[in-house]
């Protein structure tokens, strides 16, 4: 008998198989509308014409002895750094969160609906600004509107897509580890989930209560032969499959904390080894003033 596939388990389950989290944390990611982009897009906007024309009033009074083409060169820079340079440090730093997103309760994620990286960034905001600024926005909105996530062009090749953090959704309470579990769980060796199964079982553990019993065990013995396939060695027999997948949830829930940890622990160092590195060496960020005080 063919066994159904996640997607077909979320449907059971009365949930959305189209938006699916990387952690499957959310209960639903939900699209922004194209109207809050625009709105979000506009801020932004405004902040740019007004960063754009404090950096020509300060290069015009600092600068007023140069040349036509220094003047020519300069503008140009300045043009690109508030056109592209801007936004793609902002949206990196802020993991998907430029001011007019902030102000419209937005961000950007990726597919998996993780937080997007400098990669995603700056592909979104060299597209942006063929398809927002020289199209006057003709071409996002098109495809935007010819999607079901809303997604522009820049999406479409970043991998990203907008959600609306503040749309009241329904957050599920994090899975906790069976202590009967716990050393298996930490020595095993679990694989990369697929998304749409990862979605599956944590709303399946979430629902499981609710659900009529012959169902709840029917897809639980199901959801768990997908997840074992991920993992090696097997669970100890004669653990219930529910708590199975749980331990699984939970440690790769773990993992990936302590994953970001390190991360974060290793940006920290790298930044502390650059200000503490002499002025002129590569990689420094320490002024060459201050190197006399």
């Not at 592209?84 to 007019?100: A, F, W, Y």
């Not at 398809?131 to 509107?145: H, N, R």
């Amino acid at each position: 008998m063919t066994q159904p596939a996640p997607t077909q388990i979320l449907r059971e389950l009365g949930l959305p198989a189209e938006l699916v989290t990387g952690e499957a944390v959310v209960l639903e990611l939900r699209p922004a509308s194209f109207a809050t982009r625009a709105l979000a897009l506009m801020l932004d906007i405004v902040v740019q014409v007004a960063v754009y024309l404090t950096l020509l009033t300060t290069l015009n009074a600092g600068f007023g002895s140069l040349d036509d083409a220094a003047v020519a060169a300069a503008t140009l820079a300045v043009t690109v750094a508030v056109l592209l340079g801007l936004p793609v440090t902002v949206e990196t730093l802020s993991r998907g969160r430029s001011l007019g997103k902030l102000a419209a309760g937005l961000r950007v994620v990726r597919d998996d609906g993780g937080p997007i990286r400098f990669r995603q960034a700056l592909v979104r905001g060299l597209v942006g600004i063929f398809e927002i600024y020289l199209t006057v926005g003709a071409v996002a909105l098109i495809v935007s509107l010819t999607n079901v996530r809303g997604r522009r062009v820049g999406d479409f090749l970043a991998g990203t897509y907008v959600i609306r953090e503040r749309a009241g959704g329904v957050t599920v309470p994090p899975v906790v580890m069976p202590p009967m579990l716990a050393g298996w769980a930490r020595e095993a060796d679990i694989g990369h989930l697929p998304d749409a199964l990862a979605l599956a079982v944590r709303q399946f553990l979430a629902r499981a209560a609710a659900l009529h019993p012959a169902s709840r065990a029917r897809l639980g013995v199901l959801l768990a032969a997908e997840v074992g396939r991920h993992v090696a060695p097997p669970a100890p027999a004669g653990v219930h499959p529910e708590q199975f997948m749980a331990a699984v949830l939970a440690e790769r829930r773990e993992r990936d904390l302590a994953r970001l940890r390190a991360d974060r622990a290793a940006q920290v160092e790298r930044e502390r080894r650059r200000a503490a590195a002499p002025p002129l060496s590569a990689g420094s960020t320490g002024l060459v003033g201050e190197a006399d005080q």
